[in-house]
């Protein structure tokens, strides 16, 4: 069985950084592609950043580009989220999640995953 532990959630002001953390465990974390997802309040989960089976590749929403940074450290089996010039409408609950398939480069689709942690929230006050 997998399981995903993320944290580093906190209450910030805006323009605040932080660095969320994920712990995997349970499946053979490195070749596995990961994302990081949020959830706000009353909104749909929506794609924040993902990271390639191999970490060669990252990508990101157009809403988080250039502030976000996705890393991962396989050694450790974590995925990271560096969170930089935090908004308000940052605010949400952080999830991370693991690929069903390995060996893939760009997973997008949140289908894509059957692994989630219980998320780690994140407030961003103005």
């Known amino acids: 069985q997998v399981k995903l532990v993320e944290s580093g959630g906190r209450l910030v002001q805006a323009g605040d950084s932080l660095r969320l953390s994920c712990a995997a465990s349970?499946?053979?974390?490195?070749?596995?592609?990961m994302a990081w997802f949020r959830q706000a309040q009353g909104k749909e989960r929506e794609l924040v950043a993902g990271i390639s089976w191999g970490g060669e590749h990252t990508y990101y929403s157009d809403s988080v580009k250039g502030r976000f940074a996705i890393s991962r450290d396989n050694a450790r089996s974590t995925l990271f989220l560096q969170m930089n010039s935090l908004k308000p409408e940052d605010t949400a609950v952080y999830y991370c999640a693991l690929d069903k398939q390995p060996y893939r480069d760009y997973v997008r689709n949140v289908l894509s995953f059957d692994a989630w942690g219980q998320g780690t929230q994140v407030t961003v006050s103005s």
């Open positions: 349970g499946r053979t974390f490195r070749i596995y592609a």
